[in-house]
């Protein structure tokens, strides 16, 4: 029996669908999407018909019982709730799988139908968790086999690799559908904290008002990592943290920290919103980025001699428009750094200090003034100011509030990042998806550092970087490290 939850009483249970899940076999569909499939049947938010079929070339050691436990493992394993038992064995019940090779998806199209007809569903929801070089091979095979008619396309990152390789994948979506059947998925934009920050500043008085140049004196977003590549030299060569993180997650979440008022908080708007603020990035050069490489990199499986790919990057960018001309944006974001964490901060302008002559003030107001949002799961908000300390003179220290997710919040019914962006997509939900233009228009204004990028500095595993990343951002510092 599903658990009965308050999202299903308030109607937000998807109609009957078919989803095909491309790269079934793969570690993305092991670790996340299968358990998000199975906590969101569990939370008693997938449709009440619905079909999973998991998919993979022909070459692949599957079949729909291989499947079925390779999902039992899966949701034990990296669940959040016990796989055995009677919740596991209906939604299994639930689950088969078809192998397809590109280009001829006729049995795959037979199958479908077959899981159409048994659900009701009026059309299939494609998940493409398979390597880039899949994609286009895919997509044109779904829409030569006639799949794609009506149907919707789920594509994980990376959403090219430049410019060119952008609009051609782009292209070959568009042949086969249209951009409201597309949802590019970026995990970042499902979690809670990173969603709070249109609630933060649309829905108070006392934030919305302060957030432009006339208030903010920077705006950092911060993503370190304390792991190493883990065994990925290769995917790693081909990529590099600005392509893997910078392109894909950082700027995009800079759009909703930098966006205008939306007139709603729906897909259109939304990224109508976006895609403003990206129009009036400055086009980045290596002038205002730092590369890093960790110590030790050149010698992972898989990275060529002499590699001068960058495994951290600190890049200073500019918004050319009314509310943020002046203003710098520092993101960071590495490998094997001295902590994991995901942060936003927002420093305020300093006012006059010169009238507490006398007393003991922290220098330009220390680390105070300042907004700092954790965009880690659950999250919190903090807010850094100066009080008076107690006694006769007006000296001033560093004072803060919190406010926990965690701790103020039942957090019963929240999604994962990846279970609230399946979950989505199964609505037609494109709100928190990416959209063509605004990842085009990325790539843009990445071209020039890409065409002549900074050589990497070394910097020590456990570290916030090379030296040169604190220059960057002098005469401010970064509120992690």
């Known amino acids: ?6 999202q299903e009483s308030e109607g937000l249970r998807p109609d009957s669908a078919v989803l095909v899940l491309f790269g079934a076999s793969g570690d993305l569909a092991k670790r996340k999407l299968i358990p998000g499939l199975y906590h969101l049947y569990r939370a008693g938010l997938m449709p009440e018909k619905f079909r999973i079929i998991g998919s993979a070339p022909a070459g692949i050691a599957m079949d729909a019982d291989g499947f079925v436990e390779m999902a039992r493992t899966s949701v034990a394993t990296f669940g ?40 009701g569903a009026k059309a299939a929801v494609f998940y493409l968790a398979v390597p880039p070089p899949a994609f286009v091979p895919v997509i ?84 370190p990592e304390t792991l190493t590549i883990e065994g990925r030299g290769a995917f790693y060569e081909e990529t590099g943290a600005y392509r893997d993180m910078i392109v894909t997650h950082l700027l995009q979440v800079l759009g909703f920290l930098a966006m205008e008022p939306p007139g709603r908080l729906d897909a259109r708007s939304l990224n109508a919103a976006k895609n403003h603020v990206f129009a009036a990035l400055r086009p980045l050069t290596k002038e205002d980025v730092v590369f890093g490489q960790y110590e030790g990199y050149l010698q992972e499986p898989g990275v060529a001699a002499g590699s001068r790919t960058e495994t951290l990057v600190a890049a200073r960018v500019w918004i050319d428009n009314d509310r943020w001309s002046g203003v710098p944006f520092f993101l960071r974001t590495g490998k094997a750094m001295g902590a994991e964490k995901s942060v936003a901060t927002l420093g305020f302008r300093v006012p006059d200090l010169g009238r507490f002559e006398g007393a003991k003030v922290p220098d330009r107001g220390g680390a105070c003034n300042q907004l700092v949002l ?6 919190s908000i903090e807010v ?16 803060e509030l919190t406010f926990s997710y965690a701790e103020s919040f039942n957090m019963r019914y929240e999604l994962a990042a990846y279970e609230r962006l399946l979950h989505d997509a199964l609505l037609g939900d494109r709100t928190l998806f990416n959209a063509a233009e605004g990842i085009e228009r990325l790539w843009e204004a990445s071209a020039p550092l890409l065409e002549d990028p900074p050589r990497p500095i070394t910097y020590a595993k456990g570290s916030f970087g090379p030296g040169e990343v604190n220059d960057l951002i002098d005469p401010y510092a970064w509120k992690l490290g």
């Open 1 to 6: 029996m599903q658990a009965s939850t308050k």
């Open 80 to 119: 959040r709730r016990e796989g055995a038992g009677s919740d596991f064995e209906e939604f299994a019940k639930s689950l088969s799988y078809c192998s397809a090779s590109t280009p001829d998806f006729s049995g795959l199209a037979s199958a479908v139908q077959d899981a159409r007809e048994e659900t």
């Open 140 to 223: 044109t095979a779904l829409g030569a086999s006639g799949l794609a008619k009506g149907s919707r396309l789920i594509i994980e990152k990376p959403f090219g690799y430049d410019l060119k390789s952008a609009k051609e994948l782009n292209r070959a979506i568009h042949g086969a559908f249209s951009e409201d059947e597309v949802y590019r998925i970026d995990h970042f934009l499902g979690k809670e904290a990173v969603q709070n920050i249109l609630a933060l500043r649309f829905a108070n008085g006392i934030f919305e008002p302060a957030w432009n140049r006339s208030f903010l004196e920077y705006v950092q977003l911060d993503v």
């Open 374 to 379: 954790d965009l880690g799961d659950p999250g």
């Open 384 to 399: 850094s100011f100066l009080a008076k300390t107690p006694g006769v003179t007006m000296d001033v220290a560093a004072a």
